[in-house]
Structure formats: structure tokens, C-alpha cells
């Protein structure tokens, strides 16, 4: 890879798996930490979706900006532009407690989260050209470490009497390694052979049906992900009537099956494909969310272990998309991450909007709804191509 070396190579692997872990950690704070933050500041479950719902606009917009300065200024940029963003969102968030100003917080760690997105995964299709699918699978995986350890790190906090702003206060620790590590490691960008940002090319490659399909599929899969994991602590709590350390334990162990499931998935998912491997994954989200949600609480370890079918699903995705052959790859995987801010932001959102008017329960049973929209969409992606491979 461009005259890089080995070792070079591999530290510069191991700076985008530690974004992950990074990027993680801090989406996931919001889980464990939400019922705490909504009794301290007597914030309806509306009012904590809207918040959420900021971060997530933040991610949108870090995404379609940072798509294209990646291919005109590479990762280096796009992931040191991160970790300042992360620094200063966090940092803010902790300190303020109206809700306009923790919104505005939150839209600026989403920023620092699209730009890990883009990056993260820009870097490792640049760095790695055969196995991508592998590769992809295993970034997700530190996504994964990290958000499987942030839910354990907070309810030991709560549970010690720390506030949830201590809780955002530590974290800021790893954005600053972030920042400081893009900041000094060595990154020889790649010659984008001539490939200069054309607006109209990516509009026609960005937007075919194929793509609108594609799209759909990143918007309600990351819905529905960021929705158990922004709501699952307060579900089980009001609903199921668990304590926050086994309510927390719960959505550890949901990241814990997303990552388990991602090391599987990077042996066995170009073995099986990528449309076919996603198919399977689907059909079986929706059966572990109907027992786990409408089941008896013995049952409720059904919603966490969900995660082992969601798992693969993203960084497939990516792969799949990757694999197009089509001009401008770092702006149209910028579009597809977009969609993927727009699910992560209508999620969490819809469930906490519909919770004040229907309650918890039947809002958290939305997730259901995302994953058979996620069925659809790629039921419509292997007919086309089918149709394809026939033509």
C-alpha cells in the first residue's frame, strides 16, 4: 500500500480500530446514562429523544462533509478533525443543563462520531484492498469491545454515587488520545488517480435504484440498533422491572453478542455473500425482538442477544457497497453513512416520541418495525441482483 511498511501499515490499522473503540464508548454513553440524566433535569422521554436526536443530526452532517474532505484531504484529516470535535462536545455536555445547550453539545460529539464513521472505515479501505469485507467486520468489532465495556464502566459509576456528568467527564480522556494520535502519526495519502470530486458523476453513481435500496436498508437497520441501545436500560427498568446493574449488564450484553457476532461474521462473510448472510441475519432480529419484547421477563435476554444478527449487518453493508466498482467511493460511502446518521437519529427519537403517547413497551417494539423495512429493502437488493447476474 504506497510504499508503506509493514509495521506502519499495521500501526495505522490499529489507529483506526482504536477510533472504533473510541467512537463505541462514547455513541454508547447515552444508554446507560439517559434514565439518570432525564430524573436529574426532569426531562420528559420526548425531550431525551430530541436530545439524542441532535447527535445524530451532527453525525449527518460530519458524514457528507468529511465524505468529501476525505478524498480531497484523506483520513488523517477526517479523524484528527474527530478527536477535537470529541474533546469539545463531551467537554461541553458535562458542564451544561439546559436543554437547547446539551443538544447543541451533543450535535458537536455527533460530528466527532460522522467523522470516525467516514475515517475509520475510509482507512481501512485504504489500506486493506483484498479481504475488505474481513477487515470491515473486524473495525466493527472494536466498535464493539467499546461499546460492550462503556455500559459496565457507567452503571459501576452510578451505582458508586458518580453523577452522570463524571460519567461523560472521564470519557474524555480517549478523544484526547484520539486527536494526539492522528495528530502525529505519519499518513502518506493515496494518489486518487485523477478521480477529482465531480458532483454530477457522484449524483448519477450516488443515487441509482440499486443505491435507494442500499440506503434504506443503513437508515432503518442503524434505527433500530441505536434505538435498543439508547432505550433498552429504561425499557427493562419500567417495564420488566430491573435494577440498573442488570438493566446496564443487558445492553453490555447486547455489544458483547454485536461483537461476537462480527468476528463470526468476518470468517464466514464472504463465504456465504453479503446479500445472503444479511437475509438470514433479518429474519432472525425479528423473531428474537418479538419474543424478547412481547415475551415473559425470563425471556427478555431474547433483545440483547438480537445483537448477534445485527451484528454483521453495517460493515456488510459497506462492504457490499464498496464492492460496486463505482467513481467517487469516499463520497458515496459519505452518502451511505449519512443515511446511516438519519437512522440513528430517527430511532431514538420515534421511540422516545412515542413512548409519551403510547408508553414504553409499545415504543420500544418499533425496533421490530425497522427490522422488517430492513427484510424489504434487501429482499428488493438480491432481486436486482439476480436480475443482474441473469442479464
Request: aromatic letters at 14%; proline letters at 3%; a positive charge.
Amino acid at each position: 500500500t504506497r510504499s508503506l511498511s509493514s509495521a506502519h501499515l499495521w500501526l495505522l490499522t490499529a489507529g483506526g480500530f482504536f477510533a472504533f473503540f473510541v467512537f463505541g464508548f462514547v455513541d454508547n454513553l447515552k444508554g446507560p446514562t439517559l434514565p439518570a440524566l432525564l430524573r436529574d433535569l426532569n426531562f420528559s422521554y420526548g425531550q431525551g429523544g430530541t436530545i439524542l436526536f441532535s447527535a445524530y443530526i451532527g453525525f449527518m452532517v460530519a458524514t457528507l462533509l468529511t465524505g468529501i474532505l476525505a478524498d480531497s484531504a484523506g483520513m488523517k484529516s477526517v479523524l484528527l478533525l474527530a478527536g477535537i470535535s470529541l474533546s469539545v462536545g463531551l467537554t461541553a455536555f458535562s458542564m451544561v443543563s439546559s436543554f437547547w445547550l446539551l443538544a447543541a453539545a451533543l450535535f458537536v460529539v455527533g460530528l466527532g462520531l460522522g467523522a470516525i464513521e467516514v475515517g475509520g472505515n475510509g482507512l481501512i479501505v485504504d489500506l486493506h484492498t483484498s479481504n475488505r469485507g474481513r477487515f470491515l467486520n473486524l473495525l466493527a468489532v472494536f466498535h464493539g469491545v467499546g461499546s460492550f465495556v462503556v455500559p459496565l464502566y457507567a452503571a459501576q459509576l452510578l451505582s458508586a454515587s458518580f453523577s452522570w456528568r463524571q460519567v461523560y467527564q472521564f470519557a474524555i480522556l480517549f478523544a484526547v488520545g484520539l486527536a494526539l494520535f492522528f495528530l502525529f502519526v505519519r499518513y502518506p495519502r493515496a494518489p486518487r488517480s485523477g478521480e477529482a470530486l465531480n458532483l454530477r458523476t457522484l449524483f448519477s453513481a450516488g443515487f441509482t435504484r440499486q443505491m435507494t435500496w442500499y440506503y434504506l436498508l443503513v437508515t432503518v437497520y442503524v434505527a433500530a440498533e441505536i434505538g435498543i441501545a439508547a432505550w433498552i436500560v429504561e425499557y427493562l427498568q419500567q417495564v420488566k422491572g430491573f435494577d440498573i446493574t442488570i438493566s446496564s449488564l443487558y445492553l453490555s450484553l447486547f455489544f458483547a453478542m454485536i461483537m461476537v457476532g462480527r468476528l463470526a461474521g468476518s470468517v464466514v462473510v464472504e463465504w456465504i455473500g453479503y446479500l445472503r448472510i444479511m437475509l438470514i441475519a433479518s429474519v432472525a432480529s425479528i423473531g428474537c425482538l418479538a419474543l424478547g419484547i412481547f415475551g415473559p421477563p425470563a425471556l427478555a435476554f431474547c433483545v440483547p442477544l438480537t445483537g448477534l444478527f445485527f451484528s454483521i449487518m453495517f460493515p456488510t453493508t459497506t462492504a457490499s457497497v464498496s464492492s460496486l466498482h463505482v467513481p467517487n467511493m469516499g463520497a458515496i460511502l459519505g452518502v451511505l453513512f449519512t443515511f446511516g446518521g438519519l437512522g440513528g437519529a430517527l430511532g431514538p427519537w420515534l421511540i422516545g416520541a412515542a413512548a409519551d403517547i403510547v408508553g414504553i413497551e409499545l415504543a420500544f417494539a418499533l425496533t421490530i418495525v425497522f427490522c422488517v423495512v430492513m427484510l424489504g429493502a434487501l429482499l428488493m437488493l438480491q432481486r436486482m441482483a439476480r436480475a443482474e447476474r441473469q442479464a
